[in-house]
């Protein structure tokens, strides 16, 4: 089946600092990947989808310059967390879809980040 | 606005039957998908409805009813293994999933 990685699984940093978080399908071609993050009891919410080789689409209210998404090939995307605060702590997650006409998305396992 | 609703929690018995319901009220509609997530992990595809009815894989099923904006995922013959939130999610018409708070079940022995 598809498989999605993330790197690394858990990160600690301190507040001002920023923090690269990886997306790799490693057996399919991601036409298009997905941020996410999770606050504890609560549900997934989108961050931004991103396509191989164009600027990437944020939701309402998530900031494009503090976090920088790069979709520099059909297999990696970079999501990179600038002048990390301690309000940005959270589960990352990203996701993978294969392409035109396939729906379901494959999840990575997850970044808990914990800025302190 | 677009909305999904569905229980915050729901408690079952190792070995019994239990039903968690979705409600949903979306601008379009390409699909809703059932996905399961245990604490600390990202979660995992369990099924993909977009025709009206049942769709059965093992000890899991998901119907939907289209008309009615609902959907439910049923599970038998619980195992502890089963103990995780399940997240209802609906695909809009503009291919973004919509995501549910999740329902967390408790499977006791």
């Known amino acids: 089946g598809a498989v999605v990685s993330q790197h690394p699984s858990r990160v600690i940093c301190k507040s001002g600092t920023s923090v690269k978080i990886e997306c790799r399908s490693l057996?399919?071609?991601?036409?298009?990947m997905f941020w996410y993050r999770q606050f504890p009891k609560q549900s997934l919410m989108l961050m931004a989808t991103s396509n191989e080789g164009s600027k990437a689409t944020y939701e309402q209210g998530v900031e494009k310059d503090k976090f920088l998404i790069n979709h520099a090939s059909l297999t990696l995307s970079t999501l990179t967390v600038t002048s990390a605060h301690p309000e940005d702590s959270s589960f990352y997650i990203c996701s993978a879809r294969e392409g035109q006409g396939t729906y379901e998305q494959y999840f990575g396992p997850g970044t808990r980040l914990t800025v302190t | 606005g677009q909305n999904i609703d569905q229980p915050t929690e729901m408690t079952a018995t190792e070995g019994a039957i239990v039903q968690i319901n979705c409600t949903y009220q979306t601008s379009g509609f390409n699909g809703l998908f059932w996905y399961q997530q245990h604490a600390g992990e990202a979660p995992t595809f369990l099924s993909y409805n977009v025709l009206d009815g049942l769709e059965e894989k093992g000890r899991f099923s998901s119907f939907l009813s289209r008309s009615k904006g609902y959907s439910y995922l049923l599970l038998k013959e619980l195992q502890m293994k089963d103990s995780a939130s399940y997240l209802c999610a609906v695909m809009d018409s503009n291919y973004q999933l919509i995501w549910g708070a999740g329902t967390k079940l408790i499977i006791k022995p």
């Open positions: 057996d399919f071609q991601a036409t298009t």
